[in-house]
């Protein structure tokens, strides 16, 4: 619709410049009045449509050993962003990923529903200012190639210290975390943002 406009305002030049009614010795020629034209033409910037920009959600997995890091803006008591305001910076580490039984040491019992995955994660608030908080309960989730995203739910956590609270900066949890995943495959992804789908990390599946 912007490229019709513009075609129509150059349209409108063109009107003004040949004008109507007699000539007149002082009027500009025909070729005088096309390259006039021409030139306006050529200052016309073209319509570009914006790019779509790339899916800042999306995370590429992280291995045993590497870390991933991701911010939570500052909010006000009423629970709204503050403009301006210092964001907490998270980070996660996987220490191990692991499948596992029903165990005391793991704190499974019964069967899963797919397979028990166990995480241990040394999360972090490396951030300047600003408390940030992990909580993995209900916003775990998996998904594969062929199947669609699922809260895979965490039910089960390991006997030790939990990485699951808030964290002032500089403070730091090595934990666990146990995962009912339905298959040995795909990603899990801890999506600390429901509402702006925003993720954290993610893990891919071991075989």
């Given at each position: 619709m912007r490229a019709t406009r513009v075609a129509a305002g150059v349209i409108g030049v063109v009107m003004v410049a040949t004008g109507c009614g007699s000539s007149s010795s002082d009027e500009p020629s025909s070729a005088e009045t096309r390259a006039?034209?021409?030139d306006v033409v050529e200052d016309v910037e073209p319509v570009v449509e914006d790019e779509p920009e790339e899916d800042e959600l999306a995370v590429e997995p992280i291995g045993v050993g590497e870390s991933a890091?991701?911010?939570?803006?500052?909010?006000?008591?009423?629970?709204?962003?503050?403009?301006?305001?210092?964001?907490?910076?998270?980070?996660?580490?996987?220490?191990?990923?692991?499948?596992v039984g029903a165990?005391?040491?793991?704190?499974?019992?019964?069967?899963?529903?797919?397979?028990?995955?166990r995480l241990d994660l040394t999360v972090s608030n490396v951030g300047d200012a600003g408390d940030g908080t992990f909580s993995p309960y209900g916003l775990m989730y998996w998904e594969s190639e062929t199947h669609a995203a699922q809260?895979?739910?965490?039910?089960?956590?390991?006997?030790?210290?939990?990485v699951d609270t808030t964290y002032r900066p500089?403070?730091?949890?090595?934990?666990?975390?146990?995962?009912?995943?339905p298959e040995r495959d795909?990603?899990?992804?801890?999506?600390?943002?429901?509402?702006?789908?925003?993720?954290?990390?993610?893990?891919?599946v071991p075989e």
């Open positions: 006039d034209v021409a890091e991701w911010e939570i803006p500052e909010e006000d008591e009423y629970g709204d962003v503050v403009e301006g305001g210092t964001p907490a910076v998270m980070r996660v580490t996987l220490d191990a990923a692991e499948w165990s005391a040491e793991h704190g499974t019992s019964g069967s899963p529903d797919g397979e028990w995955l809260d895979v739910g965490t039910l089960h956590m390991p006997a030790g210290a939990d500089g403070q730091s949890v090595s934990g666990g975390i146990v995962l009912d995943v795909g990603v899990v992804s801890y999506v600390w943002n429901l509402f702006g789908g925003a993720v954290g990390f993610a893990v891919e």
